[in-house]
C-alpha cells in the first residue's frame, strides 16, 4: 500500500512580520501585490548607474544586496536575491519611503530635461525653417545672444549645404541656444 506524503505532517505557524499584519491589506493577495511592488523597485534600484543610486542614500546592508544583486545573471539566484533585497526595503518603511520620493524626484527631473529639450529643438528648426523672422523673436528673447554666430550657424544648416555640413550646424546652433537658456540672466 502507497502511504500518502502529508500524512502526519505538521504546518509549523510562521510569525508574519509587522508588514503583513498591518491593517492597510485587505487580503494575503494584496499583501502579495504589495511585495511583488517592493521587489520590482528593488530591481529598479539595481539598473540604476552608481552616480543615480547614490541619490537614494541607501543603507549599508541594502546597497550591499543591491550591488550583489548587478553582478547575478537572470536565473534563481538574481530571483533570490531580488526577493532579499525586497525583504530588506520593506523591514524599512521610512528607507523606503525615501526611495520612492527620490524616484518620484528623478522622474520629475526627467520630465523637465525632456520638455527643455523639445523646446531647444523646436527653437531650432524654427531658425532653420524661417531665418531672420526667428532669429529676431530668439535675440528678443535673449539679447545677449550672438547673432553673427547664430546667423552663420542658420545659414550652415539650411537645406542646400552638404548633409555632413548641416547636421554638424544643427547639432552645434542646438547646442547654442541650449546654453542661451541655461545661463542664468
Known amino acids: 500500500m502507497v502511504r500518502p506524503r502529508n500524512v502526519n505532517k505538521k504546518k509549523a505557524r510562521r510569525d508574519a512580520p509587522n508588514w503583513e499584519e498591518e491593517d492597510v491589506f485587505a487580503s494575503r493577495t494584496q499583501i502579495k501585490l504589495a511585495a511583488e511592488a517592493v521587489n520590482e523597485l528593488g530591481e529598479q534600484l539595481a539598473e540604476m548607474s552608481e552616480a543615480t543610486l547614490a541619490r537614494f542614500q541607501l543603507s549599508d546592508e541594502v546597497a550591499e544586496a543591491v550591488a550583489q544583486l548587478r553582478r547575478l545573471d537572470k536565473g534563481p539566484a538574481y530571483k ?98 541650449r546654453d542661451l537658456h541655461r545661463q542664468p540672466e
Open 80 to 177: 533570490r536575491q531580488r526577493s532579499y533585497v525586497g525583504k530588506l526595503l520593506r523591514q524599512d518603511e521610512a528607507q523606503l519611503a525615501h526611495i520612492r520620493e527620490t524616484l518620484a524626484q528623478l522622474e520629475r527631473e526627467a520630465r523637465e530635461e525632456k520638455r527643455l529639450t523639445d523646446r531647444w529643438a523646436r527653437w531650432r528648426d524654427r531658425l532653420i525653417e524661417e531665418g531672420d523672422d526667428a532669429l529676431a523673436d530668439l535675440l528678443a528673447e535673449f539679447p545677449r545672444a550672438d547673432r553673427n554666430q547664430l546667423r552663420q550657424l542658420i545659414r550652415q544648416a539650411q537645406p542646400q549645404q552638404p548633409e555632413q555640413k548641416r547636421r554638424q550646424a544643427a547639432r552645434k546652433l542646438f547646442q547654442v541656444i
